[in-house]
């Protein structure tokens, strides 16, 4: 009885273990694995980091170049940058997964790999729902649950207290520069945006039909933001907000309020972002406190 009793408990083990899993991706298809992942290769940055943060870093066979987090994804092997991929070395690495981000890899890359016949699991955040919905999806398709499902209750515990927190408060107007020359920004539907309506803040270009459309100064000194954000890196030098100080009709620029924060947290479709929007709140706490009274 006993031996039965083990040997069937052995079958269930060996069942759960080579179980179908399968999850909806950003463009609404069915990724259907056979069984969990075991070689996984990562066409962007942000999905390393989503990987490794769902336990499942272990798994990755090829990335690509900037995934640099957390330290262990700079030993995993390149398979080009996002824009340009090495679609025989990434055959080659035999692959049971590829991770795909959506608007980030080249269109044309995605449609070569395509050829490739390979199971293909797309993301693209444009809610913050959409970063701990790709944590649980990652959980399923590598059978890592236990480590997946608790990081990304996690990111939405963080971000449901920041907007308690600032709920209520006085809305502050915010230019985000996404880049200098051509001046591009960010409509509402972006992810960034609405780390901005996190802490309160209303992005003065949210109607703008483009997800990342080009502005002129002129656009932005109509709009008149209480502040001007852009996300920068000190040590990689140039000083991105430093030609807005010419124009001191920008109630930004006589108020001093030309900000920058870490890309690398706030840039990024990782879970990291919360860390970055903690940053970006507290910077434009400090705007709101310099707003006139009754404003």
Sequence with gaps: MRHAL??????????GAHAEVSVLDVDGRTVVLGQPARRIVSLAPHLTELLFAAGAGDLLVGTVEYSDFPAAARQVPRVGDSALLDLERIAALKPDLLLVWRHGNSPQQVQRLAA????????????????????RDLGVLTGRESDALPRADAFDRAVADLRVRHAGRARVRVFYQVWPQPLITLNGEHVISQMLDLCGADNVFAAQRLLTPTVTEEAVLLADPDAIVTGWIP??????????????ALRAVRSGQLL????????????????GAHELCEKLDGVRAALPLGR
């Design 235 to 248: 040590a990689h030098g140039g000083a991105p907000l430093e030609g807005w100080k010419r124009l001191t």
């Design 116 to 135: 490739l016949k390979l199971p293909t699991y797309a993301h693209e955040a444009r809610a913050l729902s959409d970063i701990s919905r790709a944590l």
């Design 260 to 275: 920058t924060v870490d890309p690398d947290l706030l840039h990024r479709q990782s879970d990291r972002v919360i860390l």
């Design 6 to 15: 083990v040997l069937l408990l052995g079958i269930a083990c060996t069942a």
